[in-house]
């Protein structure tokens, strides 16, 4: 009977310092695209600093909900800046942490070998064309691809190109797995998916008048923080040198400078663009 | 010992309405409202309610007489297929999905999708998915009910002139009626709250396929818990609600 | 007429061999065996419920062996009823009649009023009484004017009293309508009192098939002896066999008997062994000065035990140490002043003698 008693409560005590989080170890809720290199990160600062970092993944407005509900978290770094304002907006994290990380640039990405020989935005608009974008009310790079497509088709061109569309993705890592499998012919994502899936995907640049703004992958220190310190030494290496390596690595443009040589010019990062209403559903 | 049985069943009790009664630590009357006259919302709960319904009656119509065939018969293959009936509740729904996203994509696949066969993103999609989750169990719960009604009646009816068919319409499945009633209704459950498979396969377009369970995922997607808590609140209410209309529907019926 | 020949049925350990039997029209045919012989067994056969190995089985002149059990019109009663729940009883009653197309309504009515059943009709088959259910089973089986009826172990379960009522309706099927019966227990009271030909099975085998009164008297093995509760049966060895009698050799009692031949009796091999048994009834103690000529099979011995019981007594009559039960009334035990110790003789009549060689 003691014994029974004695091992609960050596249980519930090591449960309790879990629970409670030691000093010494960081919590990042993160976006699931950046899972590769933000895992490398990781490792690297555990070994340089000796601190433990846990990783949180998932959808960036799934994993900004857990970070709101568990009121716990020390760095938000979501997939994309509409998720960093949405946290902003709730007051969840300390807006003047923030810090751009890499930049991200608009493209078509079919599947590889382009079996649908789409060369351009106006191909998009063929007839036959699966196409899907992200849901341009939820992500980022769905709102991105409305904003192309408003601002570059005719009208006709416009109305070819909404009946290809089949799908509104959930979210920035479904649009590029949508092609890895086939499901569609075509979609409007962010340039580096191609190196997400090298072997499934291929990104077709577009032109760059047709390209309106460019976005980037932010991250910020959040208010619930146990150890802000240590948090912005995270931040502060994910900036340095050796993190902008591992993330160049993943081929992310780390510069906007990088961002706008590839396009051939220079463009609005970021920025504000309301959604015309008649894009909130697919008919 | 009553007593003491019981409280297993009270702390289920209490366990879950809490967490349903927390749901109003974020509920906001004015944003029920909003959020209940929007068009969106109504096609959610009428996608829902349909597909569901669709789905039961497809899969408990595979069941009964695969349900019946497993427990009367020992068919060639029948430890092969009672495993493979397993699949389902082994296998998340998420990985049914994708099982069937990657299906369309071999040869066979590509075969049907090109002749008008692709329900990706689609109803039909929806259909596929949830009937996928399910039939495995229906089948299951079906094999259960006739396995509890003695094979004596029909052998009995046998020997009155019935043929094996006639004595099944006859007097199996009306024995059988409230068990297979009792199954329907779970599988139609079941079905209402699929999730894993439907957003792999069908996606979540509103006024498309975004279905309830969709729903209150893609609010918590954009961290608007408040809508979320709604959705899930109305969910409760439609499945709630369901089930004591079609128990109460079903005891009319039946004159109980 | 129902006919079977030659069936034979196996599953796992057990199986039915060689079973031949007949049961005629208008009788009442008893299958009768211990607990496991397989009767239920042989009677799904019958029914077409299983498929036998090899054999046949004739229903009036058809062969029915290949027949699927929807067609063979063999009503049967099995011993849990299998009463429809979600049907009232006159829908059950007439569920065969109907399917077979044989639906006449005065004669479901005669039957449900041999049956006494008017009052129930509308009722669900749960709120009837145990000794109705029965009733309506059996009024089930008879609409649908079949050849034959089986009944499994009709009175199983059910009271006494209620019992007698049931065997009394099942008497009144046959006689009033003239129905074909095949008879399941392992009752030999009941089958004595309904039956007109006695078969028994015997883990898997027909033994013997007779007249109910040939079997009560006669048995032809050992183990319908023992399953009859016959004790005295004692090991012989043929010596010798004239026209009308047979000649056994006992060596418990160190003497001959004289058998009188059944008219079923094979011709025995010389130097036989068999078992020769007499019924505890049938033995017969000779009063002290009685005139011996004409008594065959006398054997001495004295009386061991006396038990006086209800309706019959028994004694314990030793013949060279070995015991002999006899059976007889308290009232001539004590009109012959019979006492434990007594020595005195006892006689095996030739024609109560049977001979059991299996």
Redesign the interface.
Known sequence: MKSIFLSIFLFFTTFLNFASGKSNSLIIFAGAASKPPLEELAKAFEKKTGTKVELVFG?S??V??QM??TKKGDIFFPGSSD?ME??KN?GVVLPETEKKVVYLVPAINVQKGNPKKIKSLKDLAKPGIKLAIA?P??VCVGLYAVEIIEKNLTEQEKLSLKKNI??????CEKTATIVS???VDAVIGWEVFQYWDPKRIETIPLKSSEIIRIGYIPIAISKFSKNKQLAQYFIDFVLSKEGKIIFKKYNYFMSPEEAFKWIGDIKPIGGFYKLPKDW???? | MKKIFSIFAYLQLIFYLLLIFSLFYFFDLSGLFKLIRLE?TLFSLNLSIITATIVTFLAVSIAIPSGYVLSRFNIPLKRMIDAILELPLIVSPAALGAMI??F??TPLGEFLRNKGFDV??TFAGIILAQFTATAGIATRLLKSTFDDI?K??E??????????F??FI??TL??A?RGIYASSILIWAKALGEFGAT?TVA??????TETLPIAI??S????N?EE?VVLILITLLLGVGCIIIFTNLFNRFEGV | MLKVEGLNYSINSFSLKEINFVVKDKECHILMGPSGSGKTTLLECI???KKINNGKVILNGIDITNK???K?????V?Q?L?L???LNVYENIC??AK??NKFDKDFISHIIDAMELERLLKKRVSETSGGEKKRIALA?AMA?MPAVIILDEPLANLDKAIAEDILFFIKKLQKEFDQTLLYVTHNFDEAFFIGDVISVLIDGKLIQTSKKQELYFYPRSLSIANFLGIKNLFKGILKEETEKELLVYLPDFLTSVKVLKRPKYPKFEREKPVYVGIRSDEVMYIREGRKKEFFDNILQGYISEIYRMESLSKIIFKVNDIPIEITMPYGIIRKLNLKEGLFGEIMLKKESLFIAEF
């Open positions: 959808g407005g799934f900004l909900s709101i509900l998720y949405l946290a709730k849901n009310e939820g089949i799908n509104y993705t959930e979210s499998l086939k499901a909130l559903y697919i008919h | 969106k996203l990657i369309f994509n990706t993103f003695p004596r009646y052998e009995v009816a046998k020997t009155l002139g019935a043929t094996p006639n004595a006859t007097v009306p024995i009626k957003i996606g979540t377009m509103s006024m498309k995922f893609m918590l997607a954009r961290a818990l979320a | 029914l077409g419920l699927p059990t929807h063979r019109e063999i009503a049967y099995p849990d299998g429809f729940p979600h569920y065969g399917i077979l089930r649908m």
